[in-house]
C-alpha cells in the first residue's frame, strides 16, 4: 500500500516569504501530525489533526498553522519566514488520534530552506 | 511536561555484535512507546510499538522493552550487521504528540 507522501521534498524560500508543505496519509489513515526537525532541537511536535479538526498544538508561534481536507490529506503553512525556520518537516499518518496506541507512519519529509 | 533522555547519543561497534540502547523518560505515566531508525537526510521508519498494556515487542533481530515504574526503555539489536547503521529514536505517544529523544547515532563497522 502506499506511503505518506509529503510534496515537496525539498525547498528553498526568502525570509519574509511564506510557504505551503502538503502530507497525504496512508489511505485509511485520519490522523495526520506533523513535526519540524532541526539539528538543535530535534523533533519537535508542531501540531495534529484529526477529520480535519486540529487536536492539538505544539509550542510554536502562531506563523505555523495547518489545515487538513475532507480526504485527511494536510497542508502545513508558515508565514513570515525566518532564518531559523530551516529544517526538515515530517508529517506521521496514523488510523488514530494520539495517545491511542496505533503507532505512526513517516514521510520522508519536506526539505525547507530559508536564506 | 514529558522530556526523553537516550543514551548514549553515539555509538560504533563491530559488526556481530549484540547491543543495547537506552531510553528514559521525566514522567513514567507512558501512554505508547515506538521505537523508529532515521537514515540521513529521511524520514523515519518506525521499528516497534509498545502499547500501553504490553511490556515488550518483537520484531526479527530487534527486542524493545518497556519499564513504566522506572520510566525506561531499551532497544537491543542482536548480531548487529553494517545495514543497521542509523539513527535511532525513542518517542512517547502521549495526547499531545509524540515526545522525541535526541536519538542515539549508530555506526556498525564492517
Known amino acids: 500500500k502506499a506511503g505518506v507522501t509529503q510534496t515537496p521534498r525539498y525547498l528553498i524560500k526568502t525570509r519574509g516569504q511564506q510557504v505551503t508543505l502538503s502530507c497525504s496519509p496512508i489511505s485509511g489513515h485520519r490522523s495526520v501530525s506533523w513535526y519540524q526537525q532541526t539539528p538543535g532541537q530535534g523533533l519537535q511536535f508542531l501540531f495534529e489533526y484529526f477529520s480535519e479538526t486540529q487536536r492539538n498544538k505544539g509550542n510554536f508561534p502562531g506563523r505555523f498553522s495547518g489545515r487538513q481536507f475532507s480526504n485527511s490529506r494536510s497542508e502545513m503553512n508558515v508565514s513570515t519566514l525566518e532564518l531559523g525556520d530551516s529544517a526538515l518537516y515530517l508529517c506521521?499518518?496514523?488510523?488514530?488520534?494520539?495517545?491511542?496506541?496505533?503507532?505512526?507512519?513517516f514521510g520522508s519529509g519536506t526539505r525547507l530552506t530559508v536564506v | 511536561k514529558q522530556e526523553v533522555t537516550q543514551i548514549p547519543a553515539a555509538l560504533s561497534v563491530p559488526e556481530g555484535e549484540n547491543l543495547v540502547l537506552n531510553c528514559s523518560f521525566t514522567d513514567s505515566a507512558i501512554y505508547n512507546l515506538q521505537w523508529f531508525r532515521q537514515d540521513p537526510g529521511k524520514g523515519l521508519t518506525s521499528l516497534l510499538l509498545i502499547q500501553s498494556s504490553q511490556r515488550e515487542q518483537t520484531s526479527g533481530r530487534l527486542n524493545a522493552s518497556l519499564d513504566k515504574s522506572s520510566g525506561r526503555s531499551t532497544l537491543y539489536i542482536a548480531a548487529s550487521q553494517p545495514g543497521d547503521s542509523a539513527t535511532y529514536l525513542c518517542?512517547?505517544?502521549?495526547?499531545?504528540?509524540?515526545?522525541f529523544g535526541k536519538g542515539t547515532h549508530l555506526i556498525i563497522q564492517p
Open positions: 518517542a512517547d505517544d502521549g495526547a499531545d504528540g509524540l515526545t
Open positions: 506521521a499518518s496514523s488510523f488514530r488520534m494520539t495517545g491511542e496506541g496505533y503507532g505512526y507512519t
